[in-house]
């Protein structure tokens, strides 16, 4: 019986020819992933706004108990782990070692998100407000606790591809950590700022 | 473009997100001001961290999307 002869490399980020549908850059599935999520929280975010126009008083009374210094720094926290996540990408080939360890420093900046999140729900409950003390919050608490949900399932994918970092999972890991920044800096201003 | 030029950016971009919403403007102007900021932010995620500046053509579908997305956003939040 003869070895399985290598059909292509894959610690190799994806050349044009390997890319997904009409050259989307990496993997077909994690794009289709991406788009979904998109999808759904934008659905989520247009709902909030247009359940809004019922009560705009009452919903701006409710926004004004989240904290947007908060969010303002968790904001920063994810765009900078999204650097980490990316940098790995282009160095998980040549550095391997120098790509794990950005990527448990993303997972890590992950860790702070949640923590700063938690304190935010902390001062919430702490003040009896709950997702059924108003349809704002029932929003909110929804949304942001999907997306921190995401964050949390970001940083498994984050470690578990820093345990062998070859250039393909990592490149779908980030993609995925990508994904959960830009529906964060898509859900700042619906549910904190307008 | 540089990784660390774009994190530049998004953190600067965030910052002035801050800055505007401090400095109480009007509603338009901070519906208008905010979305735009965070439209920008999303397009360099997508561009430089998602790579789609590598795929021309869906960029230009991505930007398009995100544009109709932001403008049903500020029609809303105006509308209230």
Redesign the interface.
Known sequence: MTAAQPTARHDEKPK?SE?GA?????ELMIWVL?ISELVVF?AG??AL??T??TD?AG?AEAQSHLH?VGA?VN??VL??S??L???AV?LAAARPGLARLLLILAAGLGAVFLAVKASEYAALFAQGIGTETHAFFTFSYLLTGFHAAHVLAGMVLLLLVAVRPAPRPVGVA??FW??V??VW??L???VY?? | MK??Y??AA??GL?LL??TL?AANPSRAG??LG??VL?GL??RL??R?????S??P??ARGFDLVLAF?LM??AG??L??
């Not at chain 1, 009409?22 to 990496?26: H, M, N, Q, R, T």
């Open positions: 044009a890319e009409g050259g989307l850059p990496g991406i934008g975010l247009l706004l247009a809004r126009l705009p919903f947007r303002a904001t920063v765009v900078s999204g650097y996540a990316a940098l282009r980030a993609a990508h994904m920044d830009l800096v898509l700042v201003p619906v700022l307008l | 990784l660390h774009i994190w998004l953190v965030s997100t801050a919403t901070l519906v905010v979305l965070a932010k999303s995620i997508l430089h961290y998602l790579d789609l590598q795929s053509v869906w997305v049903a956003f809303l939040a509308a209230a």
